[in-house]
């Protein structure tokens, strides 16, 4: 289940870390900013069963978290992109309720000092 998938990828944080002391804080305040909108839709999308709608935000924002290195989060969108992709939804609402542990666990991640051991629950 989600606890045999790291938290977050650490070479691609460490990655974003080295490029510029206030890149990494920047991008993850963007990132759950749009996270947390996506969030509100995709919840939307579920409840109404509009499968498209929940395939197509459930893409965009696994790109973005696996480009930030959350990987829990990404492969917690994979299973809710290919639900709606097949058709299924009926464990929609687990899946977001899931997503949204995700999303906290990882803001909760990205707050720890950096010599903190990231990806361990």
């Known amino acids: 289940m989600d606890c045999q998938v790291p938290l977050l990828d650490v070479a691609i944080v460490s990655e974003l870390e080295q490029l510029d002391a206030g ?3 920047h ?10 909108e996506q969030l509100a839709v ?10 498209l709608i929940v395939s197509q935000v459930a893409h965009k924002l696994k790109g973005s978290s696996s480009t930030l290195g ?27 309720a899931r997503l949204r542990r995700g999303l906290d666990d990882t803001r909760t991640a990205f707050c720890e000092p950096a010599s903190a051991a990231r990806g361990v629950d």
């Open 23 to 25: 890149i990494l804080t």
């Open 27 to 36: 991008l993850t305040s963007m990132y759950f900013a749009e996270a947390a």
């Open 42 to 51: 995709l919840d939307g999308a579920v409840k109404s069963g509009e499968m």
């Open 70 to 96: 959350a990987t829990r989060v990404a492969q917690i969108l994979d299973e809710l992109e290919t639900a709606a992709t097949e058709g299924d939804l009926s464990d929609g609402a687990a899946l977001i």
